[in-house]
């Protein structure tokens, strides 16, 4: 299952940008030798693409749909600093290679996942430049709010 199984968490606009998995996911990749699987538990709390505007209406990066899947992933390893915040995982795990993720294969990560489920090359490398430039600041940070 490329795309994990998710509601909102209510109706609100902002509570329906956040999800939370109705059944286990998980997604494997390989960078530089390293083969890993990042698996999340029902239950696991994400806000989706969430990208600056200027992405949104440059080039039409939406939340939802097809992004869901690369944008867990990606917030998950972000969640936990690519484990370095191992508290931050809730329940999720990375087996394979369980060494440190760094930030910049969380970034590979996201684009990677976005070619793989139809995102152009084109769309893909601007999320992946969003997060480069912009992703530092939530590197570690917490879980989405729910309440």
């Not at 910049?104 to 480069?132: C, H, K, P, Q, T």
Request: charged letters at 20%; hydrophobic letters at 35%.
């Amino acid at each position: 299952m490329i795309q994990p199984a998710s509601r909102p968490i209510g109706e609100s606009d902002r509570e329906r940008r956040i999800k939370v998995t109705v059944e286990a996911w998980s997604y494997m990749w390989s960078y530089k030798g390293k083969a890993r699987t990042l698996t999340c538990p029902v239950g696991t709390v994400w806000d989706g693409m969430s990208v600056p505007r200027w992405a949104v209406s440059f080039c039409g990066l939406y939340p939802g749909g097809m992004s869901d899947g690369p944008s867990l992933a990606h917030d998950t390893l972000y969640r936990a600093a690519g484990g370095a915040k191992p508290e931050a995982w809730n329940g999720s795990i990375i087996t394979g290679d369980t060494s440190l993720v760094s930030r910049a294969e969380s970034d590979w990560v996201l684009r990677r996942f976005m070619r793989n489920v139809g995102f152009s090359r084109y769309r893909s490398g601007i999320a992946y430049a969003a997060v480069r430039v912009g992703g530092r600041k939530h590197w570690g940070g917490p879980t989405p709010e729910t309440n």
